[in-house]
């Protein structure tokens, strides 16, 4: 049961990851999820930057202590992502890219907003109109 969990733990763990890089496009739809994104984006360039502890990978080593397995070697990221899913030597880029992503999805996300709440003040039926 626990590897079963610790499995579960570390799927989840990778959808908050995806949250975290991706979620910001999801306000482009529903323009107040970017408070709860926000809130996800800074929680994970804080663990990233400083030594805090995530509170998954903090489940998931409870789950793996209890088959008698050590911690995560290195924490979540450099167990599962680090040197698996690219190279260590891209770790600056990839940083730079997900930043560049997270700033579009933000930058389109307020566009959008904008252009609803344009559309809003603007008599007629509410709808969106394309720009042209």
Known sequence: MAQTLATLTAAIHFIALAYIGLGGFLAWRWPKSIFVHMFFALWGVLVVTFPLPCPLTSVENYFRQLQGLGDLPGGFNEYYIYGVLFPDRLLP????????ILAFS????????RQRRAGANEPGD????PAG
């Open 93 to 100: 880029l990839v940083a730079v890219l997900a930043f560049a």
């Open 126 to 129: 509410g709808m969106l109109r």
């Open 106 to 113: 933000y930058v389109g996300a307020y566009l959008r907003w």
